[in-house]
């Protein structure tokens, strides 16, 4: 998984027109950071991308129900294309017609560390132990993968602990 970030965000930059839509390209990449960012995405459907820093790019998955802090509760988790790492601060409209079409708002943000020497080896095989330190989300978290292909299962994103939150911070993204 330890690529170039140019070779890692090619499917990206093919599956859009920059010439149509704000969002950002990809550029040179900056020193390795340990960032998360939490999108709100209403496009066909509504779902969340969460996305990790991670050589040079934000490794992303879609989050349908969006992510909770509820250790009982799993969520569906599609790993998706890489996304440059200036895409952690985009809010914006994706015009209708293009790849995403809809809006897109920062849900939340921080710093992740993840648990494992190695994460992307633990991406890779298919088990990621994370905490999150985030406006929203905090606490121990875990990706796992079921299934065989990397971008054609599912993972669910569960937390292991939760912290409490301020009074009035939703626990989950669920609307009623």
């Not at 010439?19 to 900056?30: I, V």
């Not at 509820?70 to 890489?82: F, I, N, S």
């Amino acid at each position: 998984m330890a690529a170039d970030p140019a070779r890692k965000l090619r499917r990206y930059q093919q599956m859009r027109d920059f010439d149509r839509t704000a969002e950002p390209a990809g550029g040179a990449a900056g020193p390795d950071g340990h960032r998360f960012v939490v999108q709100r995405h209403r496009a066909r459907r509504l779902h969340y991308d969460f996305r990790l820093e991670l050589d040079g790019v934000l490794v992303s998955w879609a989050v349908p129900k969006g992510p909770t802090l509820d250790p009982k509760a799993r969520r569906l988790a599609v790993h998706v294309e890489d996304h440059p790492i200036e895409y952690a601060g985009f809010e914006g409209v994706i015009p209708r017609g293009e790849y995403g079409g809809g809006d897109v708002i920062v849900w939340d943000r921080g710093v992740w560390r993840p648990v494992e020497a190695d994460p992307a080896r633990a991406i890779e095989a298919g088990t990621l132990h994370f905490d999150l330190e985030g406006e929203k989300l905090a606490g121990r978290f875990v990706l796992v993968r079921s299934g065989r292909g990397e971008r054609t299962s599912g993972s669910s994103c569960t937390s292991r602990t939760s912290t409490p939150r301020p009074a009035g911070t939703p626990r989950t993204t669920r609307t009623r």
